[in-house]
């Protein structure tokens, strides 16, 4: 067995991740998945007004500061028993749907697909037309997407006044309400991306794709039309698939959700719940199943795994020993799962994911598809919302819940943020904030091994991989970026003594 001694890096994503490598005859026997920055977000936390939460959590993320503010915001109202207006629900939720619905477009097309333009695949037949529409700012689809993006956010900067790090959301509602002209603009955008992503990357009708239920029925659809195979879709399930995407990265089974777009009255748009991979069953969420690990972490030591409300986040560097990342081990009951745009939409029941993950199981080519189909549910979820919001907007987008002195005790805020299932949980003593415990989405994907030695989801989706030149595992980059890693700054693979740089 060598160990690989690669540096790569894939800095167009977000985060400090570093793979270590075990491979044997071109096969990778073990991985190391190890997050190399400690932040400290939760420790800032410990002592401060539980308010102060609503400022300094939306600074967690540059790209999912939305998604933190719903999740502190929710978590307040949880211990509360605040029930927040359907005026201030509906922007709450156009917000996020627009915040998820820039990102999974871009890592779409700016992060995953210009992988494809790799000097490897140079004597394919498409990559002349991959190259057209995918190049590094020179690709017409690349193009459109920057566009079509700045413009989404532009949605969240209507409501809430800024993006990112915008702190508009507090217990009780919204800090401005919902207008004519804001619905307007709002709708506006919202109709300029659905035109766009019709005809740049369906290629045809959104409605007509969303409402395609099978496999067989989708390679029909895409074959029916030349324009739909050269469209963004049809490039990327044409070059993905030919390349074998669809048969590689396939880690655990399991997945989660917390559930799309809390409704007045407290429903969801799409449910919560736990993908039983040994059963093919989905279960109700339990949230006092989840539970986290550091027995491979940089961290003061316990026993076994703890739920977020008894865990710790205590930073306890240990290098030249068996622990090897800052980021924890999360699990739900003993099951590694993952997140992101497949787990919501299988969990939701979405008939074309549940027939091809059932065809193929999890992989690389099916996350980044999920997503695709994600931004399509979320661009009509969007349009449905802005309806509903003219239906309320004579009802309050603020109800002051008069609290002086937050009540002592456990609450927790559960949301789904672009790369999946996002949870705060919060304990409260004597007015202030005594607990501060966040489990992000790319925690559950990119967990280290656990008290039972059982690897993570990322871990896991890489050992078994053949791989043609460790010195450039571009395999390894496809696999890891249909997760829509975020681990803050930068993204490569480690070794000891070269690097490689992975830019194209």
């Keep these: 067995m060598s160990r690989i001694t690669v540096d790569i890096d894939l800095n167009r994503v977000e985060g400090d991740l570093e793979f270590q490598l075990d491979i044997e005859d071109g096969i990778v026997v073990d991985a190391r998945c190890i997050g190399t920055l400690y932040r400290g977000f939760e420790q800032l936390l410990i ?35 605040i029930v927040p207006t359907a005026h201030a629900a509906h922007v709450r939720n156009l917000c996020l749907m627009a915040e998820t619905l ?11 697909t210009p992988d494809f333009c790799h000097a490897s695949y140079a004597d394919h037949p498409l990559a002349a037309d991959i190259a057209a529409a995918f190049a590094p700012f020179k690709g017409s689809i690349v193009r ?30 919204i800090t401005q309400p919902a207008n004519a002209r804001r619905l307007l603009d709002a709708r506006g955008i919202i109709a300029a991306t659905r035109q766009w992503f019709e005809q740049a990357v369906l290629a045809g ?18 074959a029916a039309e030349p324009a739909r195979q ?49 059963t093919q069953q989905v279960e109700g969420l339990n949230h006092h199943q989840i539970n986290e690990h550091v027995r491979h972490s940089w961290f003061l030591p316990y026993e076994g795994g703890r739920h977020p409300w008894e865990g710790e986040t205590i930073p306890h560097h240990q290098p030249g020993t068996d622990r090897y990342t800052w980021a924890k081990a999360p699990r739900y009951g003993d099951k590694v799962v993952q997140t ?43 349009e449905q919302t ?37 949870g705060h949980w919060v304990r409260i003593r004597k007015g202030v904030i005594d607990k501060y415990q ?17 690897h993570g989801h990322w871990e896991q989706s890489i050992i078994g991989l053949p791989v043609a030149n460790p010195d450039d595992p571009l395999e390894i980059g496809h696999i890891v970026r249909s997760h829509d890693p975020c681990l803050v700054c930068t993204v490569h693979f480690i070794g000891q003594s070269r690097k490689h740089h992975f830019n194209v």
């Design 438 to 454: 966040i489990v992000t989405p790319t925690a559950w994907n990119a967990s280290p091994r656990d008290s039972a030695g059982r």
């Design 102 to 112: 820039q990102s999974d477009l871009r890592q779409s097309f700016l992060f995953f």
């Design 47 to 81: 002592g401060r007004a539980p308010r102060d939460a609503l400022v300094i959590t939306p600074r967690v993320c540059g790209i999912c500061g939305t998604a933190h503010l719903y999740a502190a915001t929710a978590a307040l109202e949880n211990l509360a028993g």
């Design 144 to 173: 459109g997407t920057l566009q079509a993006t700045r413009e989404l956010l532009g949605i969240v900067a209507i409501f809430g006044g800024q993006w990112p790090h915008s702190t508009y959301m507090l217990p009780g509602g």
């Design 386 to 422: 802005v309806r509903e919001l003219k239906g309320v907007l004579d009802q309050p987008h603020f109800v002051d819940p008069k609290i002086e002195q937050w009540p002592d005790g456990e609450c927790y805020g559960l949301v789904e943020a672009a790369r999946g299932a996002l």
């Design 230 to 278: 050269r469209s963004a879709l049809g490039l990327f399930n044409g070059f993905a698939r030919e390349i074998g995407l669809q048969r590689i990265g396939q880690g655990t089974g399991h997945l989660l959700s917390y559930g799309v777009n809390l409704q007045p009255g407290n429903g969801l748009s799409l449910p919560a719940g736990f993908f039983n991979a040994d």
């Design 205 to 222: 009708s959104l409605d007509e794709w969303l409402g395609l239920d099978s496999a067989e029925a989708l390679f029909r659809w895409q």
């Design 340 to 382: 992101g745009p497949l787990a919501e939409l299988r969990i939701a029941g979405e008939a074309l994911i549940t027939e091809l993950l059932h065809q193929e199981g999890d992989n690389t080519w099916l996350r980044q598809f999920a997503r695709l189909r994600r931004a399509a549910w979320l661009l009509r979820a969007m």
